[in-house]
């Protein structure tokens, strides 16, 4: 069975930064994506960053150059590192795990349907 269970969210000032990660069990294939997703209050969940087995990485348009997406395979663990924070990063942020992924990560769009196991999520705020 499949399990994500993240942490290190928190507050922090604009400008500061925070590493989320996201501890996975249960798979049983030799190839999957990993992403992190986010969920303002009263907005849609957006995609923030993918990656796959191969550590290929891909990334939303308004996280970009900021966050950076990593895996450390000795333990099963998926990281976001996020700087230059800003009060719009402000939201609840989810692991989520697609465990048979064979479409290529640059050609797999980083939305919740591509994505088939949730974490319960961290959250994220961010004070000016």
């Known amino acids: 069975q499949v399990q994500l269970v993240e942490s290190g969210g928190g507050s922090v000032q604009a400008g500061g930064s925070l590493r989320l990660s996201c501890a996975a069990s249960?798979?049983?294939?030799?190839?999957?994506?990993m992403g992190w997703f986010r969920q303002a209050p009263g907005k849609e969940r957006e995609g923030v960053a993918t990656i796959d087995s191969n550590g290929r990485t891909r990334y939303a348009d308004s996280p970009k150059g900021r966050f950076t997406i990593s895996q450390d395979n000795a333990k099963n663990t998926v990281i976001l590192q996020m700087n230059s924070l800003k009060p719009e990063d402000t939201a609840m942020y989810y692991c989520?795990?697609?465990?048979?992924?064979?479409?290529?990560?640059?050609?797999?769009?980083?939305?919740?349907?591509?994505?088939?196991?949730w974490g319960q999520g961290t959250q994220v705020t961010v004070s000016s």
């Open positions: 989520a795990a697609r465990p048979t992924c064979i479409v290529p990560i640059q050609f797999l769009a980083i939305i919740p349907n591509n994505f088939g196991y």
């Open positions: 249960g798979f049983t294939y030799s190839t999957y994506c």
